[in-house]
């Protein structure tokens, strides 16, 4: 399990170590900000060593051991480079951070040789709070209690596809993961899109008695509508044109075991009543059958979508709501649990390097690059981490040692919100729809509210909107947005 490399992992608290007893040397042509590091570092109790030019920093190193370097970049040459390549062979523990006016992907320009010999690229001016934090875990000096790295849960270690986490968020959410599992209920799983909710669903079947069962996964919202009833309950020989043979249903195919519902949000009202009376009967109908099927098979559903919303807004059957809100997951968002994050990211990272064949050891993340992937939105949550993870292994040239930040930057995705239904934010008296918003779907969105507005009664809404009943049904009978509320 990739789990103990605490090492590299810079804790995300508050409590900032002191600097205590370490020597630190800076060196800096520009005297302001030289001066500026100077008193910061010493107010956290270090030594300090002030350097101008290149050579005052040779001859300080020739007269010090100091535990950590800080150098402007503008200040690195070849012979510098050579300097500090003998004195960290003779000093390995020396960190040398270099320090960077730039924008990150700028500096990605500096050479070969320089980047194999730096620990760290760190932004000026010099957050001294947040280097403090930095050199303490990578010198490796004691962390402040509470830090403990390696909490993951020993029950979900065992579980392939490995799921991991270490925050207080994820382990609070998963407190009853064991008994969940161990009950058989129905469970419903929430969480923003790419948080894991698929994962769980798996763990919670592996840790259940069913185990030893099928774990049928269906997807209600990728599925055409006329298609997802013969996929859930199946059909028998003739039902239709093309039935030319009896079919089961992940229902059947389940059985004994787990079935997955997965974007139970997007399933069409006309079988969510259908669902509800299987999970209430424990048997199913085959299209075009009339014997029933008895099934035995546990319920998982997930959904990215606020269902009590949806509830309110006429999209979902409160009483499937209630029958499948036995027991609740809820997944926070990856922003929400940033001390996840190395982990995963270590995690994805080694397993694209595995796929790929390449050899250990592996490049291991700079603080500097966790604390650049601690503080990005993940809007994709875990799914956008790998994504970006295995582009970066893909990418990073074979002899890197250490990931700067410059080597994550060029990868990320790009949030180009585009304007949609979903960023329209209801506010006290209005909503906001965002300039550029195409005009049917500004007029899905007005419909839409109306309803939320009249609790989905359509006349009402009607009136609201200064149309005809008659309208409304035509606009929500052939508006691909807004037909789901048509059924
Ligand atoms: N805690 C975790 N540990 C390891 N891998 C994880 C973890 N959480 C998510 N993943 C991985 O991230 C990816 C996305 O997870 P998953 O498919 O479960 O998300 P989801 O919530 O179902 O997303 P969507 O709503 O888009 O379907 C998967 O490859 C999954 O294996
Ligand atoms: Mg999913």
């Given at each position: 399990m990739p789990i103990k490399r605490d090492a590299a992992i810079v804790p995300s608290m508050s409590e900032v170590p002191g600097l205590d007893g370490l020597t630190i040397v800076v060196a800096d042509d520009n005297p302001?900000?030289?001066?500026?590091?100077?008193?910061?570092?010493?107010?956290?109790?270090?030594?300090?060593?002030?350097?101008?030019?290149?050579?005052?920093?040779?001859?300080?190193?020739?007269?010090?051991?100091?535990?950590?370097?800080?150098?402007?970049?503008?200040?690195?040459?070849?012979?510098?480079?050579?300097?500090?390549?003998?004195?960290?062979?003779?000093?390995?523990?020396?960190?040398?951070?270099?320090?960077?006016?730039?924008?990150?992907?700028?500096?990605?320009t500096s050479l070969d040789a320089v980047k194999a010999v730096v620990d760290d690229y760190v932004r000026k001016p010099l957050d001294v709070a947040r280097f403090a934090r930095m050199a303490a875990t990578s010198l490796?000096?004691?962390?402040?209690?509470?830090?403990?790295?390696?909490?993951?849960?020993?029950?979900?270690?065992?579980?392939k596809p490995y799921f991991l986490f270490r925050s207080q968020a994820m382990q609070r959410a998963l407190a009853n993961l064991q008994e969940i599992a161990a009950s058989g209920q129905t469970v419903l799983v929430s969480g923003e899109t790419g948080a894991g909710k698929e994962i769980v669903a798996r763990v919670i079947h592996v840790m259940s008695p069913r185990a030893a069962g099928p774990f049928v996964p269906i997807n209600c919202g990728a599925i055409p509508e006329s298609l997802i009833e013969g996929?859930?309950?199946?059909?028998?020989?003739?039902?239709?044109?093309?039935?030319?043979?009896?079919?089961?249903?992940?229902?059947?195919?389940?059985?004994?075991?787990?079935?997955?519902?997965?974007?139970?949000?997007?399933?069409?009202?006309?079988?969510?009543?259908?669902?509800?009376?299987?999970?209430?009967?424990?048997?199913?109908?085959?299209?075009?059958?009339?014997?029933?099927?008895?099934?035995?098979?546990?319920?998982?559903?997930?959904t990215r979508v606020d269902l009590v919303k949806a509830v309110r807004d006429g999209l979902f059957r409160e009483d499937l709501y209630?029958?499948?809100?036995?027991?609740?997951?809820?997944?926070?968002?990856?922003?929400?649990?940033?001390?996840?994050?190395?982990?995963?990211?270590?995690?994805?990272?080694?397993r694209a390097f595995a796929e790929m064949g390449r050899p250990a050891p592996y490049p291991v993340l700079s603080?500097?690059?966790?604390?650049?992937?601690?503080?990005?939105?993940?809007?994709?949550?875990?799914?956008?981490?790998?994504?970006?993870?295995?582009?970066?292994?893909?990418?990073?040239?074979?002899?890197?040692?250490?990931i700067f930040p410059f080597h994550i930057l060029p990868h990320l995705e790009e949030h180009s919100e585009t304007p949609s239904v979903r960023a329209v934010t209801s506010g006290g008296d209005g909503i906001v729809i965002p300039a550029g918003t195409p005009l049917d779907q500004v007029e899905s969105i007005m419909i839409k509210e109306a309803l939320r507005e009249t609790g989905g009664n359509r006349s009402k809404a009607a009136?609201?909107?200064?149309?005809?009943?008659?309208?409304l049904r035509r606009k929500l009978a052939t508006s691909p947005q807004l037909g789901q509320i048509d059924r």
């Open positions: 302001l900000s030289l001066r500026m590091a100077e008193e910061t570092l010493a107010g956290f109790g270090a030594r300090v060593r002030t350097a101008a030019t290149t050579r005052d920093l040779l001859w300080t190193l020739a007269r010090e051991r100091a535990q950590v370097v800080l150098m402007s970049i503008g200040l690195v040459d070849e012979q510098c480079i050579e300097f500090i390549r003998h004195y960290k062979a003779a000093s390995p523990d020396t960190l040398l951070y270099l320090l960077t006016e730039e924008d990150y992907d700028l500096v990605e490796g000096r004691p962390r402040t209690p509470g830090t403990a790295l390696t909490v993951v849960e020993p029950l979900v270690t065992q579980v996929e859930l309950f199946g059909h028998e020989k003739g039902a239709f044109t093309g039935a030319h043979r009896t079919r089961k249903g992940k229902f059947e195919s389940a059985n004994n075991g787990t079935l997955f519902l997965d974007e139970i949000g997007d399933m069409p009202l006309n079988l969510q009543v259908r669902l509800l009376r299987v999970l209430e009967e424990r048997k199913v109908y085959r299209v075009g059958g009339d014997a029933p099927v008895p099934i035995n098979v546990r319920v998982i559903a997930a209630y029958r499948l809100n036995v027991l609740r997951v809820h997944l926070p968002p990856l922003s929400e649990r940033p001390e996840d994050i190395s982990l995963l990211a270590l995690h994805f990272l080694e603080p500097e690059t966790i604390y650049l992937l601690e503080h990005l939105p993940w809007k994709g949550n875990v799914r956008e981490l790998r994504n970006v993870m295995t582009r970066v292994a893909t990418f990073i040239p074979p002899d890197t040692r250490r009136k609201l909107l200064g149309i005809s009943l008659r309208t």
